[in-house]
């Protein structure tokens, strides 16, 4: 049985082995199989030349750019050649060879995805209790899973599989993501938190002996923990701008605008307050969500809920740290660090999750989906006509 997708296989320096696992592809039903050559060495060359022999597509980077760079060439061939002929993509490794029976399982959930018109992203997830899993993919894992729960209310029990199921209409999405090395996966990932996620379990495979990968755990570690943290820490820095405007506000109003007047701090602190959190909302709107809306009603609502926010967030922060004070006879300014803290991660998850969400972003995907969804009935329409003429030819011919 031949399947639907096309197989996208970034390789430096394959192994041999490698060879024999394509084979297993193709005799599984996998035809169209794209590996990409990312600058390996010449003497790797023959394992190359034995998969162009089998009817895999070589393409070719002359120095290595990196796994990101890799996918990126073959998620451009794919659109250049089987966009809307296909199921989607399929993303694999070499130095990691993924059972041929649970590529098979993602090949199958991705052709439900496309029938059933969801396009979530299929995601391999390995399995973290086996006896061949490394003290690193197991720590790392935990804490990947951890940090997706936290920061973006997502559970993936394996973040950083690498194993994907992209759908055909999303593949595009997948090119317009930044990023060339190891952590381009990790933001391929993060760009599917609102479409949503089909978890597969898959065997965890064990590094290839003969795989030469470039994955530095130090560093390419730290660039993977700072794609997930990225958005998060530029929210932080909109703060401390925000609260450096409060504080200067503050000053100028009560040291100049209001000064001698009894009221002074009390007409400082709310108009300094007003002032820093519209620079701290078009800072955050702009910077750290990307937030984008075509209707000027989502604008001043997403304004407005981002005003009421501060508000209530100013509020709980009084009354919490008045309530704690006299419960643990602590010290205020203990308490209200920790209390602000508590306030600052909860507002992020509230402006992400609810403020910020991108309507246009949404109705494109909307748009994407009705012409994906035209263009299947229209196909079906079409096999209706020609099942129907089929028909009429055999019956004339029965009755001539």
């Known amino acids: 049985m031949e399947h639907s997708c096309v197989l996208v296989i970034p390789a430096l320096n394959p192994p041999y082995s490698f060879v024999e696992y394509t084979a297993s592809l193709k005799e599984a039903g996998f035809s169209r199989i794209l590996v990409v050559d990312d600058g390996s060495r010449t003497d790797r060359l023959p394992v190359f030349m034995k998969l ?38 399929i993303t694999l490794n070499t130095d990691r060879m993924v059972p041929v029976g649970d ?3 993602i090949a199958s959930s991705l052709h439900n995805e496309q029938r059933m ?9 390995r399995d973290f209790y086996s006896r061949r899993v490394t003290d690193y993919d197991f720590n790392m894992n935990k804490v990947m899973r951890l940090l997706y729960h936290m920061l973006m209310g997502v559970h993936l029990e394996d973040p950083l599989s690498g194993i994907f199921g ?32 089909l978890q597969v379990p898959v065997a965890y495979s064990s590094m290839d002996p003969e795989a030469e990968g470039k994955f530095r755990k130090g560093l390419d570690t730290v660039r993977i923990l700072f794609t997930i943290f990225k958005k998060f820490i530029l ?25 001698g007047n009894a009221m002074a701090i009390i007409y400082g602190t709310v108009l300094a307050r007003v002032i820093s959190a519209s620079v701290n909302y078009l800072l955050t709107k702009n910077f750290v969500f990307h ?8 604008q001043a609502k997403s304004a407005g809920m981002f005003m009421a926010l501060s508000a209530v967030q100013c509020i709980l922060s009084a009354v919490s740290v008045y309530a704690l004070k006299i419960l643990l006879n602590g010290n205020a300014v ?14 992020y998850k509230v402006q992400h999750k609810y403020i910020f969400k991108d309507d246009r972003k949404k109705k494109e995907d909307e748009k994407l989906v009705r012409e994906e969804q035209m ?16 028909q009429v030819e055999a019956r004339v011919q029965n009755e001539s």
């Open 375 to 390: 263009r299947q009935e229209q196909e079906l329409l079409k096999e209706e006509e020609t099942g129907a003429e089929t």
């Open 52 to 89: 162009e022999r089998m009817g895999c597509i070589i393409l070719r980077h002359e120095q290595n750019q990196g796994q990101g760079a890799a996918l990126k060439t073959g998620f451009r061939f794919y659109m250049e050649h089987f966009r809307e002929k296909s199921d989607g993509i």
């Open 291 to 298: 937030f984008k809306s075509d209707a000027a009603q989502t």
């Open 166 to 197: 992209i759908p055909d209409l999303r593949v595009q999405q997948c090119l317009d993501i930044p990023g060339d090395g190891y952590a381009y996966t990790t933001s391929l990932t993060m760009s599917f938190e609102k479409v949503g996620f």
């Open 235 to 259: 929210y932080s820095i909109t703060s401390v701008i925000a609260s450096i405007v409060d504080l200067i506000m503050f000053g100028i109003f009560t040291g100049l605008t209001f000064r």
């Open 103 to 105: 590529v098979l399982k």
């Open 117 to 125: 018109g969801s396009y979530a992203l299929v995601m391999g997830t």
């Open 334 to 347: 203990g308490i209200k660090a920790f209390v602000d803290m508590f306030l600052f991660f909860v507002s």
